[in-house]
């Protein structure tokens, strides 16, 4: 009797420990389905914002800076056109069951550089339909290529959990972090922001205060607890950038759950940012749930991390 119990209790360990390592797939494969969830129902649009299509809609925070926006898909996002005198950046190029070609070209007639902020399919949704494609240069990225064609990984990519096939994208440019993208009489400037994925950058325009931060920080719960997430890259990028980021700097991030229009934070939301992650850190802040763990940052911003004790923090 006794045998069996003891039988019965190793068992339940190693169900355990295999559900625990295999925690990733597991949680995707809970989310996932064949095909995109049906779209949300048109909602009324902030005053600055208009309907292109059925699907996408178009706000402006300046005469040169626009925003492109998916509300109707089941997780809301947003891209960014930023243009200068010569050229433009399109940071984001959104879900990859619309075409947000149409979109851009309704804005601006210059040449278009498509910069994904990172790989995820919700950020590079229709990449392969632009003829100049920029990612971040990284060792791992490198590896991937077969000649000047790139593939993501399962793990970059995420599709499988709306049913999208792997793509392939021709990179036709290399980005270094703190490299400055010339637009004419404007420029960006790459800053690698890991946290989210280990690979992911955001757009930073000194000139103008703004700060296009990708899937680093927006409003709602923060994917922190991903394969290639980094609590303690989230602590240094929030460091970083509270260092080197004037006060008023304006964060246009990709995604928002319940305000309407184009979804902005500001710097004291950084702030909030690490000092959850350093009383996370410290072991002196209280998360709710398993996996995810789920830590409150403000009344907007929630930190999904990884279970405490695979967090894995490192000086
Ligand atoms: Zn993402």
Do not use: C
Not at 44 to 63: C, K, M
Not at 78 to 95: H, K, M, N, P
Not at 125 to 134: M, P, Q, S, T, V
Request: hydrophobic share 40%.
């Amino acid at each position: 009797m006794l045998r069996i119990f003891l039988i019965s209790i190793v068992a339940l360990i190693a169900l355990g420990a295999t559900a625990i390592q295999y925690r990733f797939d597991l949680a995707v494969a809970a989310l996932s389905s064949d095909s995109p969830p049906p779209l949300l129902d048109k909602r009324e649009l902030s005053a600055t914002e208009r309907w292109f299509d059925d699907y996408y809609t178009i706000d402006s925070i300046d005469a040169r800076t626009h925003v492109i926006g998916e509300p109707r898909a089941s997780g809301p996002v947003f891209s960014y056109l930023i243009e200068g005198r010569d050229r433009a950046v399109l940071f984001d190029i959104g879900y990859p069951s619309a075409n947000i070609l149409p979109v851009v070209e309704s804005l601006t007639d210059k040449p278009v550089l498509a910069v994904p902020s990172h790989l995820h399919y919700d950020h590079v949704g229709n990449l392969e339909r632009f003829e100049n494609i920029a990612l971040l240069d990284t060792p791992q990225r490198r590896s991937q290529m077969e000649g000047d064609i790139f593939s993501p990984t399962h793990v970059q990519y995420l599709g499988s959990a709306e049913g999208h096939e792997i793509p392939r994208w021709k990179i036709t440019k290399w980005l270094s972090e703190g490299e400055e993208i010339d637009l004419g009489d404007r420029t960006v400037r790459v800053v690698f922001t890991p946290g989210h994925t280990d690979e992911s950058i955001s757009l930073w325009d000194e000139t103008n205060a703004q700060l296009f931060t990708g899937d680093y920080i927006y409003e709602g719960p923060l994917y922190a607890f991903l394969p290639n997430s980094s609590l303690t890259d989230y602590l240094t990028v929030a460091e970083n950038l509270l260092l080197k980021l004037p006060k008023e700097t304006k964060l246009y991030t990709a995604h928002r759950m319940n305000i309407t229009g184009t979804p902005v934070l500001e710097m004291r939301d950084i702030v909030a940012l690490r000092d959850t992650l350093e009383a996370v850190r410290d072991g002196e802040a209280a998360g709710s749930g398993f996996f995810p763990t789920r830590y409150p940052v403000n009344d907007r911003i929630d930190l999904d991390a990884d279970i405490p004790w695979y967090q894995g923090w490192s000086e």
